[in-house]
């Protein structure tokens, strides 16, 4: 029986390798999506993560609450995988020069996670997991009305983390871990060669950089009661610096002479990102032996995002990089679990998101809203160490407003994003040993 469950094993674990690769390095045609990826396959996709903070049900805690490892009941991993499907289209009131609204920017984006636990001694667990919490992407269509802010943008991340979780008394235990994100940064902007304002004659300005961050996690975990449990985490800014990343291409012989003297060609550009740092409360409380129901309250510190958006909007500048200057925002989340049956667990629940920026200053590189996500789920327990699971997530976006005054070489862009959602479909799997 164990030479199956190994052979079964590490059958599963090839797939899941084999799946990561083809979501690395598939020709994927878009995807535009949220930045902060709650959603890493696991279970609690079924509750848009509420609770997450609080719960100590899978290997996953080694990625999301570290401290809760000391509570899982033996040596365990799971492996996610999901499909995001993503629709998202600008809809334009006004815009100076011509072209279509960019087409949908959306697509498909395969995603996952891998994260494993097991105790060093009595009372302290080590946890490894890989994924990825943060990510974005969208491409519009060449010739676009937009194109002198964005043609192509995409931040694509993958994670590995390390953490140790140890009891401090049988009801409450701390947690810890390193991060580290390896990011890839692809932008893509037209250059207006004014006067010419013909989207056969424009210039490029593209970013394509990889660089690498390391940051930290906390976690705390407290079972208040037998029926109540809570828990808190810090996730720390991630710095992304992306050296002389910036390259010009193209340019009229006007717009060329005028960069020139502005000092723009031939100075290393660079783009800083920082990943905001975020603060997150959990709370599980069991109505019943069979239900439970759970909330989220978290912090996410935009305002120190940073820079995204790269273009060139007037002639004089001596610099092509803008800072996005966003606020914070604040996430809410409420969901229910329980048994419907012997081998049988459902789950559903509801986030919310507020709006890191105003129509003034939202990019169409990044445009942020907003977000509603509405959830369900449903985990087979196949044996006593083998556990299934199937998840469903709708992410309502927002309209994404843009109202855009630009430079003279921008123009204003004005409109909204109709539809602006995202479909999450997820697959995972538990193995206890």
Not at 64 to 84: I, K, S, W
Not at 180 to 194: G, H, M, Q, R
Not at 245 to 251: F, G, T, Y
Request: glycine content about 10%; some cysteine; hydrophobic content about 40%.
């Amino acid at each position: 029986m164990k030479s199956t469950r190994s052979c079964t094993l590490r059958y599963l674990t090839a797939v899941f390798t084999i799946i990561l690769l083809l979501g690395k390095y598939a020709a994927v045609p878009c995807y535009a999506g949220g930045v902060w990826l709650y959603e890493i396959g696991t279970p609690d996709l079924g509750t848009a993560t509420a609770g997450r903070s609080a719960t100590a049900l899978d290997a996953s805690v080694a990625i999301t609450n570290p401290a809760a490892m000391p509570y899982l009941d033996r040596p365990q991993l799971m492996m996610g995988f999901q499909a995001l499907i993503i629709n998202s289209e600008f809809s334009k009131d006004l815009s100076r020069y011509e072209g279509g609204d960019g087409g949908n920017a959306g697509g498909i984006m395969p995603a996952g996670s891998f994260s494993y636990a097991a105790p060093v001694n009595e009372h302290t667990w080590l946890g490894v997991g890989f994924g990825s919490y943060f990510g974005l992407g969208l491409d519009y269509d060449d010739n676009w009305s937009g194109r002198y802010y964005v043609q192509e943008s995409s931040l694509i991340t993958a994670g590995a983390s390390v953490s140790l979780g140890t009891k401090i008394t049988e009801s409450f235990s701390i947690g810890a871990g390193i991060d580290v994100l390896v990011a890839k940064l692809l932008i893509k902007t037209a250059i207006n060669n004014f006067p010419l304002r013909n989207s056969a004659n424009d210039g490029e300005l593209k970013v394509d950089a990889t660089t690498t961050g390391i940051g930290a996690n906390l976690g705390f975990f407290y079972t208040i009661t037998p029926a109540l449990r809570a828990g808190l985490t810090y996730r720390s800014p991630i710095k992304l610096d992306f050296d002389d990343a910036v390259s010009i291409s193209n340019l009229g012989p006007i717009l060329e002479k005028t960069l020139t003297a502005s000092q723009l060609l031939g100075k290393e550009l660079d783009v800083t990102i920082t990943i905001p740092q975020a603060v997150s409360l959990g709370v599980e409380y069991d109505i019943t032996k069979k239900w439970a129901v759970l909330g989220n309250f978290g912090w996410q510190n935009w305002s120190q995002f940073g820079e995204l958006e790269v273009s060139i909007s007037n002639t004089n500048i001596s610099d092509a990089v803008i800072d996005l200057d966003y606020n914070d925002t604040w996430h809410f989340a409420i969901g229910i679990r329980g048994r419907i049956a012997p081998k049988w667990i459902w789950s559903t629940g509801a986030a919310y998101d507020t709006s890191p920026c105003s129509e003034s200053n939202r990019s169409p590189a990044l445009p942020l809203d907003r977000q509603l996500r509405y959830a369900t789920g449903v985990q087979y327990e196949i044996d006593d160490d083998v556990t299934i699971g199937l998840a469903y997530q709708f992410l309502d976006a927002g309209k994404g407003k843009i109202n855009k005054e630009g430079g003279p070489l921008t123009g204003p862009l004005k409109g909204e994003y109709s539809p602006n959602h995202i479909h999450y479909v997820a697959i995972n799997v538990g193995w206890k040993f």
